[in-house]
Each structure stands twice: as C-alpha cells, then as structure tokens.
C-alpha cells in the first residue's frame, strides 16, 4: 500500500470512527415534556413535601436553567408549546394562542381545527394544519426518512397535536365529553389496539385522585412498550404535556387555594418520578434524555382589587367592538367596518375598506385614537405599526403577533382590569407579571449543574436537534445551549 492508499484509508477509517461515535452519543429517545403552568416559586415552597425521585432529583442531577423565559406576549398553551416544538414565536409559526377568530366564518376557531380531518374517539375534527412552519419532531422524520417513531400524549386537544407536529405517528389526548383518549384521522386511519383495550380498562373502576392524575402517565408508558420505543439506533421521540394548574377540589367544602396547590405539586412530583423512573427502566438510563420545561403562565383566580382600593374594572372588548364601528360609520358611511374580536384582538373589515377606497392606515390611525380614549386601555397596537416595532415591550407583542391569523388592532388592557367578551364568554383577569419556571435537561450525558444565565425557549428546539444530530425546524435562528 503506497503513502496515498494508506493516508486515504486512514481517513476513511477516522470518518468512519467520528460518524459511530456520534451515533453512539445521540439518545435512543428523547422524551420532551412540558408542564402548564409550573412555577419556579411554587417547586421551591413546596419542595419539603416532594420524595425524593421528582422534581429534587432532577433538579440536583440535571442541567437546570434556572431564567427562562419567552421572547413574545400574550403567553398561553398553545403558543408556548408551539414555540417550545418550532424554536421561534407565533410570528413565524402562527400559533398566537389556544384560538382566534376565523376571518371567513367569523367565528371562534381552536388552533388545531380542521374539519378535513374527522376525529377517532372524539367528534372533533382536527390537524395541525395552524403551525405554520416545521417542527422539531418534523426535522426528526426528514433526518431518519420516517424512521423515527414520533408520539404526542396530552390532556388538552391543542397541546397534544401542537406538540406532534406535522409528521408524527401518533398525537393522542383525552375527550372532553366521553373523558376517553382520542386522536385525529390525521395522524392514523385506524386507532391501535392497545390504546382501545387501554380505554377499556382505565374507565372501570373507582380510581384515587392520584390514579386519574396518572392516566397520562401509564398511557404514556404503555406506548413505549407497544410501539418499541428506544430499542434501536434511531432517536424516537415522546412529547408529554402535564399539567400544574391548580383546582379547586370536588366534594370539600374547604377550598383554600393554598392546600390545593400544595396538593397538584405533590402529585405532580410523584406523576414526573414515576413517568422518568419508568422509562428510564424500559429504554436504559444512558439511552434516554428528558427535556422538561414549563408554558410560561399562570390562570389564577381572580383578585377582588376592588376592596382593597385597588384600581380595576371591567373592559367589555365585544362593546367597544360596536362603538368603533358606530365611529367609523359616522366618519366614513354607515357600513360594517368591524368584522369581530376574540382574545385582545379587533378584526376590521379590510375587503371592505378596499372597496370603499378608504386607506387602511388612515382607517388604523383614527381608531387607535378613538379607543385609547376608552378606560382600561393602556395602549393600542397596529398590526401596521407592530412590523416595525423598535421598543423591547412592542417586539415582544410583535413576536406574538401573525398576520394570518390575528387582528388588525391589538389592545392592551390594563393590568387588574377583567376583559371580558359577551360574544364568546371570554372571560380572566389582565396580569403583567412574570411566571418564572426552569428548563430541566435530565439523563444521559448531562452534568449537575445550574446556569442562572437568561435563556429563552425558543433555544429548546436547537438543543435537542444538537443532541441528536439533526437540523434545527426551518424557522429556527436561536441556537442551541450547547
């Protein structure tokens, strides 16, 4: 062999080392599980009632962030696991919340509403045809050309399919009227077997409190072991959405708020070392890695600042809706001008104005002055000014903002005031102030550590592609923590 073979065999022998060893290093399974409404503050004060396998194991054992945030506003479920599964804001993804107003019907549309798609199990047709760019789980099937088993298991329809993605096997979420677990014939024509004999058996029988809490979790389990998940060489990946929302509870005439967050953070510990326990006894401790991270909001039962001399109020946005229109009537002609409103969003009638030859911006500019003149309003946005926002307070609205689907008028409610919507029984409190939770990395490879540094969650999503060697979703330009 002359010196030209042996250097090029070399090579092809170090490439060949570098290319298994990365395969060695990527997770049989990563399991990615996000948790509505958890509370930094809320693990640490009630951390003297947790065992010892939850939250204190994976937070003295992992890689925990402790500054996490989001790089948008308004935050809700939808929208952070959406932005958690793409690694961008609603701005790119389209996804600005649970629903918004379909500008055809104009009527209230969820997220995932797709009437092309009937429902398994459920009469809800659904896909998630609303994301607007590629997901996480999405890049996973490109890079293992469908190789890769992908699961989404959630108690809410939204976060369910959200957190599938437009490629996965399987997106599975509870029924809100039978109270069984359902899907869409998006994502199989057929139900499997072992989820309709799951259904069977979990509905017989009286069960604890704990034991309906941990539905989720056993089916979870069950998954792994009926699909195979983690046994090979190619990266499979499990999304679960828990949840941290506190309830009053049935049949107790003391309803302290107090007790019963005590008592969702308790099961909550249990549900997470039991589902991380589990699995890592199925797949290999060294096989697995769990990303677990938070929704970055909090519905809390409303305050009565009233009594305490506090200023507040209720803002009717479906009125002053109506109020608008009649302004703009009186300026411009009689004519329907507003089309409706959901969330803290008004919809013009754009096809309208056009047709009217009227400037839109024009039409913009006098109703931001007329309803910054109403009481409870702080600030009015357009969807006009917003693409060319500056200010960090205005590009977070603007990263929570999408054309497609959102309004054309933006307002900001006062925080302590209660917007309220008599059209759609939309109905909670305004409040401005900060959630702060963690992102937890747990499992193979990672050290005990914590890192006070300021990280957003759009950071989630090239993490995990990092770790398993794949590219970032399509609309991701953050980069990975490491």
């Known amino acids: 062999m002359n010196r030209r073979q042996f250097t090029s065999a070399l090579i092809a022998l170090i490439a060949t080392s570098v290319q298994a060893q990365m395969a060695q290093q990527a997770p049989r399974l990563v399991v990615n599980i996000a948790i509505d409404q958890l509370s930094s503050e809320y693990i640490e004060q009630f951390a003297p009632y947790f065992g010892t396998n939850g939250f204190k194991e994976l937070m003295q054992n992992g890689t925990v962030f402790t500054n996490v945030s989001y790089s948008f506003t308004p935050v809700d479920r939808a929208s952070a696991i959406a932005s958690i599964m793409t690694g961008t804001s609603p701005y790119y993804n389209g996804v600005i919340g649970t629903g918004w107003l379909d500008k055809k019907t104009l009527r209230p549309v969820s997220c995932v509403d797709d009437p092309a798609y009937p429902?398994?199990?459920?009469?809800?047709?659904?896909?998630?045809?609303?994301?607007?760019?590629?997901?996480?789980?999405?890049?996973?099937?490109?890079?293992?050309?469908?190789?890769?088993?992908?699961?989404?298991?959630?108690?809410?329809?939204?976060?369910?399919?959200?957190?599938?993605?437009?490629?996965?096997?399987?997106?599975?979420?509870?029924?809100?009227?039978?109270?069984?677990?359902?899907?869409?014939?998006?994502?199989?024509?057929?139900?499997?077997?072992?989820?309709?004999?799951?259904?069977?058996?979990?509905?017989?029988?009286?069960?604890?409190?704990?034991?309906?809490?941990?539905?989720?979790?056993?089916?979870?389990?069950?998954?792994?072991?009926?699909?195979?998940?983690?046994?090979?060489?190619?990266?499979?990946?499990?999304?679960?959405?828990?949840d941290a929302t506190v309830r009053k509870q049935k049949d107790k005439k003391n309803n302290d708020w107090t007790a019963n967050a005590i008592q969702t953070y308790i099961n909550l510990d249990r549900q997470l070392a039991d589902l991380v326990a589990t699995i890592q006894s199925k797949v290999g401790r060294s096989n697995v890695v769990f990303f677990i991270t938070a929704t970055?909001?909090?519905?809390?039962?409303?305050?009565?600042?009233?009594?305490?001399?506090?200023?507040?109020?209720t803002f009717y946005i479906n009125r002053t809706a109506n109020l608008l229109n009649m302004y703009l009537g009186a300026l411009y002609g009689s004519d329907t001008y507003v089309k409706g409103c959901h969330g803290n969003h008004i919809y013009l009638n754009v096809e309208l104005i056009e047709k009217k030859r009227l400037k839109l911006s024009e039409i913009l500019q006098t109703s931001q002055s007329f309803l910054l003149q109403c009481e409870g309003i702080i600030n009015v946005h357009t969807s006009e000014r917003l693409l060319t926002a500056s200010d960090p307070r205005t590009e977070m609205i603007r990263n929570g903002f999408n054309a497609n689907v959102g309004?054309?008028?933006?307002?900001?409610?006062?925080?302590?005031?209660?917007?309220?919507?008599?059209?759609?029984?939309?109905?909670?409190?305004?409040?401005?102030?900060?959630?702060?939770?963690?992102?937890?990395?747990?499992?193979?490879?990672?050290?005990?550590?914590?890192?006070?540094?300021?990280?957003?969650?759009?950071?989630?999503?090239?993490?995990?592609?990092?770790?398993?060697?794949?590219?970032?979703?399509?609309?991701?330009?953050?980069?990975?923590?490491?």
């Open 119 to 242: 429902g398994l199990y459920t009469t809800e047709s659904s896909s998630p045809k609303g994301i607007r760019t590629s997901t996480i789980t999405d890049e996973l099937k490109v890079a293992t050309q469908g190789k890769a088993i992908v699961y989404a298991i959630a108690n809410q329809q939204d976060a369910a399919i959200l957190s599938a993605g437009h490629d996965a096997d399987g997106a599975l979420w509870k029924d809100m009227y039978s109270g069984g677990w359902c899907s869409s014939t998006y994502y199989m024509k057929s139900a499997p077997q072992w989820l309709d004999t799951f259904n069977q058996t979990s509905g017989k029988g009286k069960k604890t409190e704990f034991e309906q809490i941990t539905e989720l979790t056993n089916l979870a389990i069950l998954c792994i072991e009926q699909i195979g998940m983690g046994h090979d060489d190619v990266t499979d990946m499990l999304n679960v959405t828990l």
């Open 296 to 313: 970055g909001h909090q519905d809390i039962p409303a305050d009565d600042y009233a009594q305490h001399r506090v200023p507040t109020g």
């Open 407 to 482: 309004g054309q008028l933006l307002i900001e409610v006062a925080p302590g005031w209660q917007l309220h919507n008599e059209t759609t029984n939309e109905h909670y409190q305004v409040d401005a102030r900060i959630v702060h939770f963690p992102l937890i990395i747990f499992g193979a490879g990672m050290k005990a550590q914590r890192i006070t540094t300021p990280v957003t969650v759009d950071r989630i999503a090239p993490t995990i592609a990092s770790t398993i060697h794949i590219r970032a979703p399509n609309a991701c330009s953050s980069s990975p923590l490491f």
